[in-house]
């Protein structure tokens, strides 16, 4: 289903930025940071705001065993404008290295062995961390403390 934003099912689940951009279409108010159209403009012409793919374009199911990429978005309290770039970066990179840690307890929980879950890339000033696994595991992943969000990456 399109959402509000008018994005594509690929698109929806994304991470945006909250600055806006002009629609390329009509100059009004994209929905965030880095979109072609504003969600009116999407709609009208049935293409996804930000790729220009079909918007009611339908997900295709994926088999419950298939490892996809997933982006880990973690919790913490770096984002304090006051602070310096280095304390953020102290927080981040903090955060990325608990749920790393962490990570062995789920897999140990979910009676998984240490390959199931697949580290391919760290983020470590924003807080995210980039992860193959299956499905299953991603939304067990998405209940683990400190754990803000996680996001299919297509
Ligand atoms: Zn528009
Ligand atoms: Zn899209």
């Known amino acids: 289903m399109p ?10 689940n994304k991470f945006y930025t909250a600055v806006v951009d002009t629609c390329t279409n009509c100059g009004a108010t994209t929905a965030c940071g880095g979109f072609k159209l504003c969600p009116k403009c ?3 012409k049935n293409k ?3 790729c ?4 009611d374009a339908i997900k295709p199911p994926t088999p419950p065993d298939a490892r996809l990429v997933w982006l880990v ?5 770096g984002r304090q404008p006051t602070e310096g770039r280095e304390a953020i970066l102290a927080k981040t990179g903090e955060a990325v290295d608990t749920f790393k840690s962490s ?3 789920l897999l140990a929980q979910q009676h998984q062995p240490a390959a199931a879950i697949e580290i391919l890339n760290e983020m470590r000033a924003l807080g995210i961390v980039v992860i193959r696994c299956t499905t299953s595991l991603a939304t067990a992943v998405g209940k683990m403390q400190g ?3 996680v996001a ?3």
Do not use: I, P, R, T
Request: charged residues 25%; aromatic residues 6%.
């Open 73 to 77: 978005s973690l919790n913490h309290d």
């Open 52 to 55: 220009g793919g079909q918007l």
């Open 147 to 149: 754990v803000h969000a």
């Open 3 to 12: 959402n509000e934003s008018g994005l594509c099912y690929k698109c929806q």
């Open 48 to 50: 996804c705001a930000f």
């Open 42 to 44: 999407a709609k009208k």
């Open 152 to 154: 299919e990456n297509e």
């Open 103 to 105: 990570l062995a307890d």
